[in-house]
């Protein structure tokens, strides 16, 4: 029997084209950039995403979570999580540049 589980790469929607998440047949995977960083390790099946490899697992804002969060049938995970990782990018510049 072959345990191993199928990839896929497809570019990014939102970032740049040189982003593309890898995605395995069992719904997880992540986003990798284009100096070969990994970032936004996801798993669809639980509703959890994390930025990076040391942060701490979040569940995605559906609204059997968060009474304001999103209809589960409308949220697109990997749009959100897109947008997210540009706000992570940003607030890493804005720490940089209060560092210099």
Known sequence: ????LKEKNI????????WYWTKYDDG????????????????LQTNEYKITENSKYEFFPLDYYYIDGEKIEKFKPFEYMEKEMIRFLDLQENKKAYKN
């Open 1 to 4: 029997m072959d345990n191993e």
């Open 28 to 43: 997880s995977g992540h986003l990798n950039s284009p100096n070969g960083k990994i970032y936004m390790i996801y798993d």
């Open 11 to 18: 570019p990014c929607k939102i970032l740049n084209k040189k």
